[in-house]
């Protein structure tokens, strides 16, 4: 059985940071490229940012900067590290495991940047 669990949102105040994680199970996490995606309210999901097996890490223009994502292979996890945060964060954040073209998702966790 294949599990993506992601945590770590919240409510925070614009400019603070938040740290997500994404721990998963059922797959050969270390061979899978991770990556953050998320969705706001009326709106369609979004990629965030990616890191490959072997640790290469790209990032959509709007969080360059800001965001950082990582990976621990011994724990089966992957991380989005979030700052300065911005009220047009506030999203619901997924996390997805790519091998070839199978793809996982996880249930996603809300973030929520006040004004």
């Known amino acids: 059985q294949v599990q993506l669990v992601e945590s770590g949102g919240g409510l925070v105040q614009a400019g603070g940071s938040l740290r997500l994680s994404c721990t998963a199970s059922?797959?050969?996490?270390?061979?899978?490229?991770m990556g953050w995606y998320r969705q706001a309210p009326g709106k369609q999901r979004e990629w965030v940012a990616t890191i490959t097996s072997s640790g290469m890490t790209n990032y959509a223009d709007s969080v360059k900067g800001r965001f950082v994502i990582s990976r621990d292979n011994a724990k089966n996890s992957v991380y989005l590290q979030m700052n300065s945060l911005k009220p047009e964060d506030t999203a619901t954040y997924f996390c997805?495991?790519?091998?070839?073209?199978?793809?996982?998702w996880g249930q996603g966790t809300l973030v929520t940047v006040s004004s």
């Open positions: 997805k495991s790519s091998l070839g073209r199978l793809e996982r």
């Open positions: 059922g797959i050969i996490f270390a061979v899978n490229t």
